[in-house]
């Protein structure tokens, strides 16, 4: 049976699914970096390529396949999935949205190959492969993306970007869907 025929048997019956449905149909797929005849080269400059494996109203997956380059800190719109590392090693920070209206690092954690991990609803994070590793990535989401925004942590600013655009800020201007300039909550001085 072909890689999308697996896929879809797996992800088909699939309604609503909770985030342990989501991790089992993950797991009952068992997909290894082999089972891809090839993957998307990343283009220059960006830190990852992508392909859409699947796709229906209720879930999507992708396979990412990462350059060297970190990509931009972002949400995942009002999706939530789990991320299975099929080569290489993964740096994953975390943030959270701190008390001057800019997101903060929380923490990073590191995967290895065959690792699983979660990325809640609304939950802000940004990736790159570890250590020079050959990264890529299975990505398993619900509902599919939509309204990603992505964070300039420099310029202050997010944008919600269109759905062809990756987690990087959009270089063209119709996938800026909405452009926002964070502002520092500043305590007045009294
Ligand atoms: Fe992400």
Known sequence: MTLTCRIKNVLDILKNPSKAQLKDALLKLDIKLKDFDSL?????????????????????????????????????GNSYGWIQVLSGTSLNSVYEMSGTGLPSELFHEYHQIGKYFYAPKKAIHKMQAFDQSNLVTLHLYSPPITGMKVYDLEKC??????????????????????????????????
Do not use: F, T
């Open 157 to 190: 600013a997010a944008c919600v970007v269109s759905d062809d655009c990756g987690a990087w800020w959009p270089d063209e201007q119709h996938q800026k869907v909405k452009e926002i300039q964070l502002k520092k909550n500043i305590k007045n001085k009294e």
């Open 40 to 76: 998307p080269e990343p283009s220059q400059g960006k830190p990852y390529n992508r392909k859409l494996l699947y796709k229906n109203e209720e879930v999507e997956m992708l396979v990412m396949n990462w350059s060297q380059l970190e990509c931009a800190p972002h949400d995942h």
